[in-house]
């Protein structure tokens, strides 16, 4: 058995402190590393780097070691058990690493314990001791990892079957509050730390019905004991990571609110979303799983062109989970998807980089996306659950649905631990729907193709309404815009004038020659601010000019701009037979 001890004695440092002990190491000198990513978060991150100190040492004796790699240690060979010391700078303010200070702390398993090669498989325990700092001392544990002499406040000894195990369960620290709920006869906690007035009834008793649903959906819970949402609350901080019997989120202390009308927030409604989306990782990624994950190979990047069903189907029934559970009206559903319609379909890169290719590539383009991004790749999230509901209305058409399609995967697949690979997953498809659903879905993943919706959405009582998007934010947006033109660019407010965001190719920003990270200065001689821009955009027409005045590198730029007419790319669906909708009406 490998032992670790975690100490959070340096929150002024933001250091955890590990010893790792080997009883019986590798003869010929122990191999010890830490992974370079961490499942869910397709992108390497080297968690080696945050090790400041480490020291190898057998019966009272310091061993030399000699780094193999920047993620990997080989000690000198030893006689009798392995004693490494190690401190982990933690200060990675999101859920993919680890992070301490004297408000909360977070470990994620692949931060903080390293591996010793030869020894993933036994058994791996750790012992969280409370902290000798006066400041921590109110403070608590929440994991899921299996308790096995734990006191009341969470400190103590855990214990995972493998390494693997030991790094799917996340651990956080502070001064907790604790919502317990039960779903489908299992218990079910929401953990947070940090300053929130969550509206704690309101979310137990939605969880437990989002979850519920989900079960109902799958035909089973996980095989997991309980299961926790594990919440750091910020004040702007957004994100979720998935895990086999647990999530870490990141979320705003405003969405934790119900609010005090009849119905909820909408920020609310985003981090029950958040949960909802997290949650159906459960089933779609943490069980079924494309074939190049299993096992994962966490030392470099593991490449699938799948992720367009894993985060795109996911995406698509995040919210819809929580319609069907009656959490949320037919009107805050529909308005969700318009988002997901809008910013799936509307980017020049949607129809320039495939799904099949914006998935296997996301290491180095979707998560480290730069200025261009919009006019280059396609959102294997906003794209995928575009195509998901495209997915699903064609196999309403056969009279099945997608529902029926995840049974069919999690059935032969997900429950055997069997994984998937594109070619099984088209292979269902055309199972369940025919040779033209499965031919025209090939297209729509392998090739930059727009997916038209248009005419489908009117088998099912909806209609497809088209406007512009806000003209400073490019967000999607549900107000009637009445600008006349448009610049193309997404705008921030600035100390002086506006931040150019990005801009959009072949939009009236790019022709004048605005690009990314310029301050717009001025725009027909009116100084550029949020309320001036909305003027002039509904005071020219496509087609004249007015100059532009902009700051790059220091330097005043001046230029002539020719307005463009507004895009209609706001996509908005408008019900016109409530009875043929293809979602079930949820019994509230
Ligand atoms: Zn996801």
Not at 75 to 90: D, M, N, S
Not at 355 to 364: I, K, M, N, P
Not at 525 to 532: D, T
């Amino acid at each position: 058995m490998i032992q670790y001890t975690l100490r959070l004695d340096q929150p002024q440092h933001h250091y955890f402190d590990v010893t790792m002990q080997i009883p019986s190491p590798a003869k010929d000198g122990q191999i010890l590393y830490l992974p370079a990513w961490i499942p869910g978060s397709y992108m390497i991150r080297d968690f080696a780097k945050h090790i400041v100190e480490f020291e190898a040492r057998c019966e009272g004796k310091t061993l030399t070691y000699e780094r193999l790699d920047k993620s990997t240690w080989k000690i000198e060979p030893a006689t009798g058990p392995l004693v490494i010391q190690y401190r982990v700078y933690a200060f990675d303010a999101s859920i993919r690493a680890a992070y301490l200070d004297f408000n909360y702390g977070f470990a994620n398993g692949t931060s903080v314990f390293l591996a010793a090669k030869g020894f993933e498989q036994v058994p791996q325990q750790v012992s969280i001791e409370s902290s000798s700092h006066p400041s921590l001392a109110g403070w608590q544990v929440a994991t899921t990892l299996q308790g096995h002499t734990t006191k009341d406040t969470g400190f103590g000894s855990y214990i995972a079957a493998n390494y693997d195990e030991l790094i799917d369960h996340p651990i956080l620290f502070g001064e907790l509050t604790s919502i317990h709920f039960i779903a489908s006869n299992r218990p079910h906690r929401l953990v947070l730390v940090g300053k929130h007035y969550a509206s704690k009834e309101h979310l137990a008793s939605d969880l437990a019905r989002i979850c519920e649903e989900q079960h109902q959906l799958w035909g089973e819970v996980p095989d997991f004991k309980r299961y926790d949402f594990l919440t750091i609350v910020t004040q702007n901080g957004f994100g979720g990571l998935e895990h086999r019997s647990s999530t870490a989120l990141m979320c705003p202390r405003g969405s934790l609110e119900f609010g005090s009308g009849d119905l909820p927030r909408p920020e609310y409604v985003e981090f029950l979303s958040l949960c909802s989306h997290e949650y159906f990782h459960n089933w779609n990624i943490k069980r079924l799983k494309p074939q190049a994950f299993i096992p994962y190979q966490l030392g470099s990047e593991s490449y699938t062109p799948e992720l367009w069903w894993y985060e795109g189907v996911t995406s698509y029934y995040d919210v819809l989970m929580l319609y069907r559970a009656g959490v949320v009206n037919l009107e805050a559903f529909l308005s969700r998807l318009n988002q997901t319609l809008t910013r799936g379909l509307r980017e020049p890169g949607s129809t320039r980089q495939a799904l099949s290719e914006s998935s296997f590539l996301a290491w180095t383009t979707f998560y480290q996306q730069n200025e261009n991004a919009v006019n280059a790749i396609s959102n294997y999230y906003a794209k995928g659950a575009v195509l998901a509901f495209y997915l699903d209305l064609k196999l309403h058409l056969q009279h099945s649905s997608l529902d029926d399609l995840l049974r069919l995967l999690w059935e032969k697949y997900g429950k055997n631990s069997k994984g998937t690979t594109m070619n099984i997953i088209f292979n269902e498809i055309e199972k369940l729907a025919g040779k033209s659903v499965f031919q025209d879905i090939e297209a729509l993943v392998t090739q930059p193709t727009q997916i038209k919706v248009d005419e489908l959405v009117e088998h099912f009582g909806l209609k497809l309404q088209r406007s512009a998007t806000h003209p400073i934010t490019l967000q999607p947006t549900s107000e009637p815009r009445f600008e006349k033109v448009e610049l193309g660019a997404a705008l921030k407010e600035a100390h002086i004038g506006m931040e150019v965001q990005r801009v959009i190719e072949g939009s009236a920003a790019a022709f004048a020659g605005l690009s990314a990270k310029d301050t717009l200065i001025a725009i027909d001689g009116l100084q550029a601010n949020a309320s001036q821009i909305l003027r002039v955009l509904m005071n020219f027409t496509p087609g004249e000019t007015c100059t532009v005045h902009f700051m790059r590198d220091q330097r005043l730029l001046e230029r002539e701009l020719t307005w463009q007419a507004p895009r209609m790319d706001n996509l908005r669906l408008e019900v016109t037979n409530a009875s043929h909708l293809p979602w079930h009406t949820p019994q509230v």
